[in-house]
């Protein structure tokens, strides 16, 4: 199955896609920084969430679901690629 989707509409897709996963870093990066936060747990729900977004592709038969795709895919790579980071915190050797 097709959707003809032009070039310029798929730029689209990739431009929310990264605008997305750029705004959901600082989010997820912001909450990562707090101590009550587990980032393993964080990790996990990004992985999960993706995995759930992406098994509903094979219902997406319209350029608008396309986008909203595009979306949330876009906040669960950011997501998840920002809980791998943890705070820097020095050892101390007293």
């Given at each position: 199955m097709s959707l003809d989707v032009s070039v310029d509409?798929?730029?689209?897709?990739?431009s929310i896609l990264g605008i997305v996963n750029a705004?959901?870093?600082?989010i997820v990066g912001f909450l990562a920084d707090h101590k009550?936060?587990?980032?393993?747990?964080?990790?996990?729900?990004?992985?999960?969430?993706?995995g759930v977004v992406t098994c509903l592709?094979?219902?997406l038969h319209t350029y608008e679901l396309?986008?909203?795709?595009?979306?949330?895919?876009?906040?669960?790579?950011?997501w998840w690629r920002q809980s791998l980071y943890r705070p820097y915190t020095p050892l101390s050797y007293s």
């Open positions: 509409d798929a730029t689209f897709l990739l705004c959901s870093r600082l009550c936060v587990d980032c393993v747990l964080l990790h996990n729900g990004a992985l999960l969430f993706a592709v094979p219902i396309l986008v909203i795709y595009a979306a949330l895919f876009g906040l669960c790579i950011g």
